[in-house]
């Protein structure tokens, strides 16, 4: 039997557990303070019979960069351990952060980030819950600096970037950490889920040509690397 409530500081080392069993992407303690502590019943988990985190969704409430005035909901991080996917776990957290966000604050849109590789992800968000890709984020997974506004933000929280270090490498499966190398390269969708309906007339023509342009230059990116493996190896005697 899973419980599914809001997620308070005292579950950090178990979220960042969970975080660290399924994504690359790993986050400073500060950072799991400030969204937590900062935007309450936005950040939610799933925890077992025995209290094991096995399930979240880390949200926070941002204003945009450039109106200041304006807020935007952003999911910085989603993950379900592996035994309980399919199940339909990562869409109820999905909802009940939404339901929340949307009913504390006036929010725009809710934004999030994705590899474009991550087929489960790009699944559940694009088909299931109705987000639309905004933009391609180029080298999202490098370490890219940040703009002056979001680096104000994370000193004032006492570190330079929400992560902990630079995200690692996943493997062909999508979801084991590697060391990385300088493979890591990917790019990542920048998906947003209008709350109060597309300001611009919906593109879906040019959506579906930023997501062929971004799969392309993905399989071209892999295919490069895996010609570079082939030349490096000894060849047979
Ligand atoms: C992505 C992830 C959070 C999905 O969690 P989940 O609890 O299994 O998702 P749900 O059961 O709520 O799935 C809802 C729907 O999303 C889609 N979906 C989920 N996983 C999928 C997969 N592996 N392949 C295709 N579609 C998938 C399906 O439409 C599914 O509905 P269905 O099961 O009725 O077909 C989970 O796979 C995960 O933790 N992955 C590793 C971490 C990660 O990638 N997080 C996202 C970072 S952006």
Not at 51 to 68: I, Q, W
Not at 112 to 119: A, E, F, G, K, T
Not at 139 to 152: A, F, G, M, T
Not at 155 to 161: H, I, Q, T, V, Y
Request: glycine fraction near 4%.
């Amino acid at each position: 039997m899973l419980n599914i409530r809001p997620a308070n500081p005292k579950d950090i080392v178990n979220l960042q557990r969970c975080n660290q069993l399924c994504l690359p992407e790993n986050y400073v303690a500060q950072f799991w303070v400030h969204c937590i502590v900062s935007w309450p019943n936005t950040s939610f988990l799933a925890e077992d019979a025995s209290g094991r985190v096995v399930g979240y969704v880390l949200a926070s409430v941002e204003p945009v960069d450039d109106h200041p005035h304006l807020l935007v909901g952003h999911i910085n991080s989603l993950a379900v351990i592996r035994p309980y996917r399919r199940l339909g776990l990562a869409k109820r957290l999905m909802d009940i952060s939404k339901e929340s966000m949307t009913s504390t604050h006036y929010i725009q849109y809710i934004q999030l980030n994705v590899r474009i590789s991550n087929r489960a992800a790009l699944a559940l968000y694009r088909d299931v819950l109705g987000y639309t890709i905004y933009r391609v984020e180029h080298k999202y997974c490098e370490h890219v600096p940040l703009s002056s506004v979001k680096l104000r933000r994370y000193r004032k929280l006492g570190c330079e970037s929400p992560f902990n270090r630079p995200p690692l490498c996943r493997d062909d499966n999508g979801d084991t950490v590697l060391p990385r190398t300088d493979a890591d390269g990917e790019d990542a969708f920048c998906m947003r889920l209008w709350i109060h309906g597309d300001p611009s007339t919906p593109h879906t023509r040019q959506e579906k040509q930023t997501v062929l342009r971004a799969m392309f230059q993905y399989a071209s990116h892999k295919g490069r690397l895996l010609l570079a493996c082939v030349r490096r190896s000894p060849s047979p005697r």
